[in-house]
């Protein structure tokens, strides 16, 4: 007797429907797992196997063969047990095969029958909707996450006694809790925002940030220490929009797929801040086994903020190509997966190891191939691929009187961002973008209007000050001042305010 069960193979943010077939006989007394599994999938017949007799089952006394179609796609994680146990039970007659036939399966299974928590639920429901399932079984706790795709029943089960109820169509009045992952989840980031009316001065670097949210631009803060670039930074997701409907989705399920626990769609843009000791697969992806999100992927539709950029080192260069494309494609040995990574990157830099050079009033203690080696950790193609840079001077007067009037709260400036990025949406409708930095070069320069005076533009390009990509970079930048201006064509003004955006304080004083 065969009997199929189903769950999700999960490869990045993508999801494919996985048959789970089990049969009886043809050898030894004996289980054996095929199509493709990874060691913890492997080891899951003897997980399987307690806790099947734990919850008084029987388990079969022959051969059994259990099958992942399939069978050329790897396949990886411990969510693979409720269906491999109710396939090897079904060969046994304690599940109905008309009700397991359209039922998709995921949790881990304990020893003594619990069901555990399992990360990518989210994901794998959008997969299995997607491929047309109506119902799913998932461990106690996380129907509320589940139930956020629309489109699929979900049921929760804390035992494999209640997952064999389940699959039979029996009801299960109070499910038993599931028993906690067997990695802990992932801890997420508080809810508080910081405002901008806690900012004291910086007018110029608010001005430089309200441009970056207006437009989705990359931004490059560099100014000694203690001058507020953290603080700055930290303030941009309070003046960024909400995430549209389908935004959401995307930014909860690569979250459940990093193990986030989730009570509701993630509807803020999210805000990334990894410590410069990260490992490059912490920051891009990856992992030996089941490939998981990187830091670049958690900020998603959302803010990349790395402090004291040039202890990051090479580990920049990693950054080349989802500032370029939104996607970074992460690839070992058995398997490929591609998560998304459209976000804004922030960095934050000191001029030198002591933070001193160049500033007025302090005397640095670096000479001056030790302040070059230092700088030239960053990159010139990242640099390149920045928009904004804006250099942070120190406030030399006492707080308290720096400003009379109270700073403009984050809300007021979220007001004119929402206008600008209106008027983006409505000019770009009939194009895959929505906001001008992500606008392509040559749809930029052939579709729509260019100023009729562009000395300024060629002749940064003809000195060496700007480069091509620069060009297109500066031009994104006109538009938004232009939004933010409440007008529909970019002027000189604006492309001067563009390029010294673009080219930095420094640069504009050379």
């Not at 009801?171 to 997420?188: C, I, K, L, M, R």
């Not at 990051?312 to 494309?325: C, I, Q, S, V, W």
Request: proline residues 7%.
């Amino acid at each position: 007797m065969i009997l199929s069960a189903w769950s999700v193979a999960l490869q990045g943010i993508s999801g494919h429907p996985v048959e789970v077939e089990a049969a009886e006989g043809g050898g030894l007394p004996r289980t054996q797992i095929v199509g493709l599994p990874d060691k913890a999938l492997n080891e899951a017949k003897e997980r399987v196997k307690a806790a099947v007799r734990a919850c008084e089952y029987t388990w079969p006394d022959q051969l059994v063969t259990i099958n992942l179609s399939p069978a050329g796609l790897p396949k990886a994680g411990t969510h693979y047990d409720l269906a491999i146990a109710v396939a090897a039970l079904g060969t046994q007659g304690y599940i109905s095969h008309s009700k397991a036939g359209r039922t998709v399966l995921l949790g881990e299974l304990a020893l003594d029958g619990r069901v555990r928590r399992v990360r990518g639920i989210l994901p794998a429901m959008l997969a299995a909707v997607k491929a047309g399932f109506d119902r799913a079984i998932v461990p106690t706790g996380q129907q509320e996450e589940a139930s956020l795709v629309p489109g699929i029943t979900v049921e929760g089960a804390g035992t494999l006694t209640e997952v064999v109820k389940l699959v039979n169509g029996l009801t299960v009045d109070n499910p038993t809790e599931a028993a906690p992952p067997s990695e802990p989840p992932a801890v997420g980031r508080p809810a508080f925002v910081p405002d901008l009316a806690d900012v004291v001065g910086h007018a110029d670097g608010k001005f430089a940030l309200e441009v970056a949210a207006a437009g989705r631009h990359h931004l490059f803060l560099h100014g000694p220490p203690g001058v507020g670039k953290t603080m700055l930074a930290a303030r941009l997701p309070s003046i960024l929009p909400d995430l549209d409907s389908d935004e959401s989705v995307e930014v909860s399920a690569l979250h459940s797929l990093a193990g986030h626990e989730l009570t509701g769609l993630i509807t803020r843009p999210p805000f990334a801040d990894p410590h410069h000791s990260t490992t490059q697969v912490a920051l891009v992806g990856g992992g030996s086994g089941e490939l998981k999100p990187g830091a670049i992927s958690l900020a998603h539709r959302g803010v990349l903020f790395l402090d004291e950029c040039p202890d990051f080192g090479n580990k920049l260069d990693a950054l080349r190509t989802p500032l370029e494309n939104g996607w970074i494609n992460v690839s070992r040995a058995r398997m490929t997966a591609r998560f998304p990574a459209r976000f804004q990157l922030v960095l934050a830099a000191n001029p030198c190891p002591c933070g001193k050079h160049g500033v007025q009033g302090m005397d640095c203690s670096c000479d001056s191939l030790k302040v070059r080696r230092y700088q030239e950790r960053i990159s010139g193609p990242i640099l390149d691929r920045i928009d904004i840079k804006h250099q942070m001077a120190g406030i030399n007067r006492v707080l308290l009187d720096v400003e009379n009037v109270a700073p403009e709260p984050s809300a007021e400036v979220l007001s004119r961002v929402l206008e600008a990025r209106e008027r983006q949406r409505h000019r770009l409708r009939r194009t895959p973008w929505i906001t001008n930095g992500e606008v392509a070069g040559p749809y930029l320069r052939k579709h729509l209007p260019l100023p009729e005076d562009l000395g300024v533009l060629n002749s940064a390009l003809q000195r060496g000050a700007i480069s091509a990509r620069g060009v297109d970079k500066v031009l994104r930048l006109a538009w938004t001042l232009t939004d933010l201006a409440g007008a529909d064509e970019i002027t000189a003004r604006e492309l001067r305010a563009a390029l010294q955006l673009r080219q930095g304080e420094q640069e504009r004083a050379a």
